[in-house]
T-cell receptor, first 113, second 113 residues
Framework: SAVISQKPSRDICQRGTSLTIQCQVD?????MFWYRQQPGQSLTLIAT?????????ESGFVIDKFPISRPNLTFSTLTVSNMSPEDSSIYLC??????????FGQGTRLTVV | DQQVKQNSPSLSVQEGRISILNCDYT??????FLWYKKYPAEGPTFLIS?????DKNEDGRFTVFLNKSAKHLSLHIVPSQPGDSAVYFC????????????FGSGTQLTVLP
């Protein structure tokens, strides 16, 4: 299983600002994924971070709001831009396992005030 | 449209008894199903999975049953232990989806000592 480290683990941000979340994996992986878990809700896929090309976004998520970088096979960042209180969520990085199961980082708990 | 549904937001079980968590799905293209456990302030942890070619998979105290005709799966935990208290998410994926997962809304399991 992959070991995934996310930074920061939590943050409180002012509305209108941006926060960049980092995800570091201890081995090279082809695909990395970013999920969001809003309070009391399930995990929703934001986008797939592709190395060497633009991220692939799910319906309802756009690059201007959630720009993603993937400079190499072990690292990715997700930026939450121009934040509003509705962006308060847990943001999770994940990578695929060998048999389709995904492994997750510990998450970043974001509160926008 | 929720493609993966967990209709019970919470479940309480006595220590030593069986816990049964249920999950329904609507997308017939799903062919791989997973259960994750999540503690507060941690990312989801993979628990057990099942391919659509099987109807049962067992790993220690955990057994997952799949009923394809009913589009229903369940997770059985026997015997339940207080350390099993967590939120359990059902997830599904389909071949060619690059291991992207669709999650249910989760069930909070509380095992009472």
């Amino acid at each position: 299983s992959a070991v995934i480290s996310q930074k920061p683990s939590r943050d409180i941000c002012q509305r209108g600002t941006s926060l960049t979340i980092q995800c570091q994996v201890d081995s090279q992986v082809t695909m990395m994924f970013w999920y969001r878990q809003q309070p009391g809700q399930s995990l929703t896929l934001i986008a797939t971070a592709n190395q060497g090309s633009e991220a692939t976004y799910e319906s309802g998520f756009v690059i201007d709001k959630f720009p993603i970088s993937r400079p190499n096979l072990t690292f990715s960042t997700l930026t939450v831009s121009n934040m509003s209180p509705e962006d308060s969520s847990i943001y999770l990085c994940s990578v695929g396992g060998q048999r389709t199961e995904a492994f997750f980082g510990q998450g970043t708990r974001l509160t926008v005030v | 449209d929720q493609q993966v549904k967990q209709n019970s937001p919470s479940l309480s079980v006595q220590e030593g008894r069986i816990s049964i968590l249920n999950c329904d799905y609507t997308n017939s293209m799903f062919d791989y199903f997973l259960w994750y456990k999540k503690y507060p302030a941690e990312g989801p942890t993979f628990l057990i999975s099942i391919s659509s070619i099987k109807d049962k998979n067992e790993d220690g105290r955990f057994t997952v049953f799949l009923n394809k005709s009913a589009k229903h799966l369940s997770l059985h935990i026997v015997p339940s232990q207080p350390g099993d208290s967590a939120v359990y998410f059902c997830a599904a994926s389909r071949t060619g989806s690059a291991r992207q997962l669709t999650f249910g809304s989760g069930t909070q399991l509380t095992v009472l000592p």
